[in-house]
C-alpha cells in the first residue's frame, strides 16, 4: 500500500474517532463558555487559568467584579474627623462657630432684651435676716465688648454677693451668671429659662403689659458648695432670687431676696416707648444725651457710658433698626 493510501485511511479513522465522541458524550463546550468559566474562576479564587499560586499575566484583564465584591472596600474603617461614612454620636464634637463679634454683640442683646426689664434702681430684702439693700442693674457693654451684660451692683453691704454679671453664651446657648460676694469669690452659674418670658395685661387702668419668666442657673463645677438660683420675675415691679444650696443629689433652699422697683412700673410695648426707646439697648428711655445737636435716649447708666464713648457706633445701629 502507498503512503498516500496509508496517510488518507489515518485521517478518516481520526474523523470516525471524534464524531463517535460527540454523538455519545454530547456536544463539545464552546470556546466562549470557556472563556467564560476562566473568568468565573478568577473571581472566585483570584488565580489564573491553571489554578496554581503563580499571579495572571499582566497582559490579561482583571474583572471589575473583584473590586466591587471586595471585603476590603464595602468595610473599611470609618474615618473620625473626615468626611466619609457616619462617625458614631459618642465620637462627633461640635465645632465652635467663628461669630463675628457685632453679629455676637446683637445675639446677646437680642436673648437678654426680655430681661431687661430689671433695669434700673431697685429695694430688695434679705427674708432670713429680713435685713435690706438697695440694687442697681444697668447694661454693661464695657467689661468684655462682645460679651455685654446686664450687671448688678449692691450699695453698701450684702449679705450674699456684692454684684452680678448676667450675660447669655451664643454658643452654647445657656445664660451665664457671675455672683462676686463682699470677700471678692466668684460664682459662675449656668441655665435657661423654665417659664418662658410672657407678658401680661396688667391690673392699672392702662393695662400695662407685666413681664414674668423663671430662669433657673446652676453653679457649674464638681464642688460640693454648689449653689442654685431661680430668678423670679414676678412682674414689672417685683423679682425674686431664690438661693439653694447642694445637699447630696438635690439643691435645697437657704434663702431668698425680693426686690421692689425703686419709683413707678412702666410699659414693656416697644411701640409705647417712641421718641424715649433707649438708642442702645431698645428699653424705656430714662436719660437723654446728646450727639452733634441731636438728643438722644438711653435707658440706664452702663447704656449712657457706652454712648458717650462710642456714639457714631449706636446711633448707625439705631438708624439702620428704625430703617428695617
Given at each position: 500500500?502507498?503512503?498516500?493510501?496509508?496517510?488518507?485511511?489515518?485521517l478518516l479513522?481520526s474523523?470516525?474517532?471524534?464524531?463517535?465522541?460527540?454523538?455519545?458524550?454530547?456536544?463539545?463546550?464552546?470556546?466562549?463558555?470557556?472563556?467564560?468559566t476562566?473568568?468565573?474562576?478568577?473571581?472566585?479564587?483570584?488565580?489564573?487559568?491553571?489554578?496554581?499560586?503563580?499571579?495572571?499575566?499582566?497582559?490579561?484583564?482583571?474583572?471589575?467584579?473583584?473590586?466591587?465584591?471586595?471585603?476590603?472596600?464595602?468595610?473599611?474603617?470609618?474615618?473620625?474627623?473626615?468626611?466619609?461614612?457616619?462617625?458614631?454620636?459618642s465620637?462627633?464634637?461640635?465645632?465652635?462657630?467663628?461669630?463675628?463679634p457685632?453679629k455676637?454683640?446683637?445675639?446677646?442683646?437680642?436673648?437678654?432684651?426680655?430681661?431687661?426689664?430689671?433695669l434700673?434702681?431697685?429695694?430688695?430684702?434679705?427674708?432670713k435676716t429680713?435685713?435690706?439693700?438697695?440694687?442697681q442693674?444697668?447694661?454693661d457693654?464695657?467689661t468684655?465688648?462682645?460679651?455685654?451684660?446686664?450687671?448688678?451692683?449692691?450699695k453698701g453691704?450684702?449679705?450674699?454677693?456684692?454684684?452680678?454679671?448676667?450675660?447669655?453664651?451664643?454658643?452654647?446657648?445657656?445664660?451665664?451668671?457671675?455672683?462676686?460676694?463682699?470677700?471678692?469669690?466668684q460664682?459662675?452659674?449656668?441655665?435657661?429659662?423654665?417659664?418662658e418670658?410672657?407678658?401680661?395685661?396688667?391690673?392699672?387702668k392702662?393695662?400695662?403689659?407685666q413681664?414674668?419668666?423663671?430662669?433657673?442657673?446652676?453653679?457649674?463645677?464638681?464642688?460640693?458648695?454648689?449653689?442654685?438660683?431661680?430668678?423670679?420675675?414676678?412682674?414689672?415691679?417685683?423679682?425674686l432670687?431664690?438661693?439653694?444650696?447642694?445637699?447630696?443629689?438635690?439643691?435645697?433652699?437657704?434663702?431668698?431676696?425680693?426686690?421692689?422697683?425703686?419709683?413707678?412700673?412702666?410699659?414693656?410695648?416697644?411701640?409705647?416707648?417712641?421718641?424715649?426707646?433707649?438708642?442702645?439697648?431698645?428699653?424705656?428711655?430714662?436719660?437723654?444725651?446728646?450727639?452733634?445737636?441731636?438728643?438722644?435716649?438711653?435707658?440706664?447708666?452702663?447704656?449712657k457710658?457706652?454712648?458717650?464713648?462710642?456714639?457714631?457706633?449706636?446711633?448707625?445701629?439705631f438708624?439702620?433698626?428704625?430703617?428695617?
Open positions: 500500500m502507498s503512503n498516500f493510501t496509508r496517510r488518507c485511511g489515518a479513522g474523523l470516525a474517532v471524534s464524531v463517535w465522541i460527540l454523538g455519545c458524550g454530547g456536544s463539545a463546550e464552546p470556546e466562549t463558555n470557556r472563556a467564560r476562566k473568568d468565573l474562576g478568577q473571581i472566585t479564587i483570584e488565580t489564573n487559568e491553571l489554578g496554581d499560586d503563580s499571579k495572571p499575566s499582566d497582559h490579561e484583564p482583571k474583572p471589575s467584579a473583584v473590586k466591587e465584591d471586595s471585603p476590603a472596600e464595602s468595610f473599611a474603617p470609618v474615618k473620625l474627623g473626615g468626611g466619609g461614612g457616619d462617625t458614631p454620636s465620637t462627633k464634637t461640635t465645632a465652635k462657630k467663628n461669630i463675628p457685632e455676637q454683640l446683637d445675639d446677646v442683646k437680642k436673648a437678654l432684651k426680655p430681661i431687661q426689664v430689671v434700673g434702681p431697685w429695694h430688695a430684702i434679705i427674708d429680713k435685713s435690706y439693700e438697695d440694687l442693674w444697668v447694661w457693654w464695657k468684655d465688648r462682645a460679651q455685654p451684660a446686664l450687671a448688678m451692683a449692691a453691704d450684702s449679705e450674699y454677693f456684692k454684684s452680678a454679671r448676667l450675660t447669655y453664651l451664643v454658643e452654647d446657648e445657656k445664660f451665664q451668671m457671675t455672683l462676686t460676694d463682699k470677700e471678692g469669690k460664682r459662675v452659674l449656668q441655665g435657661v429659662f423654665t417659664e418670658p410672657t407678658d401680661k395685661p396688667g391690673d392699672d392702662k393695662q400695662t403689659p413681664r414674668t419668666f423663671k430662669l433657673l442657673l446652676t453653679e457649674i463645677g464638681d464642688a460640693k458648695d454648689r449653689w442654685q438660683i431661680v430668678m423670679n420675675q414676678q412682674h414689672n415691679n417685683r423679682y432670687l431664690e438661693l439653694a444650696r447642694l445637699r447630696g443629689k438635690s439643691f435645697v433652699r437657704f434663702d431668698t431676696i425680693g426686690s421692689q422697683r425703686e419709683g413707678t412700673s412702666f410699659a414693656l410695648d416697644d411701640s409705647d416707648f417712641k421718641e424715649k426707646t433707649c438708642v442702645i439697648s431698645q428699653g424705656l428711655g430714662t436719660m437723654q444725651v446728646s450727639h452733634k445737636g441731636k438728643s438722644y435716649w438711653v435707658c440706664c447708666s452702663g447704656c457710658a457706652a454712648f458717650e464713648e462710642d456714639p457714631e457706633k449706636w446711633i448707625a445701629k438708624e439702620a433698626m428704625q430703617t428695617k
